[in-house]
Structures are given as structure tokens and as C-alpha cells.
């Protein structure tokens, strides 16, 4: 038994009746007791930054993946020989096009930047793959907060 009110399944509290009813034994009353103080979320990511951050974005890129599967088939890009350099090449095109001035691909009709966006989690995907040891996700956890500090009205 943890010391939040938790109790794991495969804790001595938990055991099993003939109806296979599960009950508790020697746990505080309120030990399941809905409670958001015991959420523990810090240090989690937070999916809803992205998914509600950028959602017409995200529906731009999928529709991008969409349109690959339709020409190619689901993950090919994962058997292209030296995917690295060729994925590369191609989100330098497509940024090369949008440097141009030119928003859509002529042929799939969607967004240049979204082939990009797609070509490089190629990328990343390929390099994340080929060095899992390294800290990929691990990020500073103290940034720098000094634009957030509101302008002085005092001139000094």
C-alpha cells in the first residue's frame, strides 16, 4: 500500500472471494475515494499542448500521411535505402518551394510546409532510431523566464 490512498493489485491488501469478487482488507475507508490532490502529473507530458495547441495544423499533417499511404503504403518510408539523406533532400525542396513563394505542392495539392513537417519526423523519427540511448526527450528544466518579466515604469 502506497501512502497516498493507492492501493496496487499486487499488494498483500488485495485478495480474491469464491465469486471472484475483489475486497479490501485493512485499508483506510477512504483509500478509493476520488481525490485530483493525489494527481500526479508533474514531470508528464502534456499531449493536449500539441493535439489542442495546433489542431488544424495536425489535421493538415495527417492529411499529408493520408495522401503518402495513398501513393505509397503505410511506413514505406521506413524501407527507403538511405531514408536519411533522402528525406532530408526532399523537406529541403519543399522548403525551397515555400522560400519561392509557392504554399501548395502541385502535385498532392497540399501545404508545402506540411510535406516538410512530414519529411522531417522522418527525420527525426530515423535518428531517434539509430541512437536510442540518447536523451531525446530530456529538455532544460529551467528556461530562461526573463521575457516574461514585465517592463519597469520607472526609467533607471
Known amino acids: 500500500m502506497s501512502g497516498h490512498g493507492i492501493v496496487h493489485r499486487n499488494s498483500k491488501a488485495w485478495s480474491a472471494e469464491r465469486d471472484s469478487r475483489l475486497l479490501m482488507k485493512d485499508c483506510p475507508e477512504d483509500a478509493f475515494k476520488s481525490s485530483q490532490e493525489f494527481k500526479a502529473d508533474a514531470g508528464k507530458p502534456n499531449p493536449t499542448l500539441l493535439e489542442k495547441g495546433c489542431p488544424k495544423a495536425i489535421a493538415v499533417v495527417q492529411a499529408t500521411l493520408d495522401y503518402g499511404n495513398l501513393k505509397y503504403e503505410a511506413h514505406s518510408w521506413k524501407k527507403v535505402p538511405d531514408g536519411v539523406e533522402r528525406y532530408d533532400a526532399a ?36 535518428m531517434i532510431e539509430a541512437d536510442p540511448g540518447c536523451q531525446w526527450k530530456t529538455f532544460n528544466p529551467n528556461p530562461p523566464q526573463s521575457h516574461k518579466e514585465k517592463p519597469s515604469d520607472t526609467p533607471q
Do not use: Y
Open 91 to 126: 523537406a529541403r525542396r519543399h522548403r525551397n518551394l515555400r522560400d519561392q513563394g509557392e504554399t501548395h505542392d502541385v502535385e498532392s495539392w497540399l501545404p508545402h510546409i506540411a510535406h516538410e513537417i512530414i519529411n522531417n519526423l522522418f527525420l527525426l523519427e530515423m
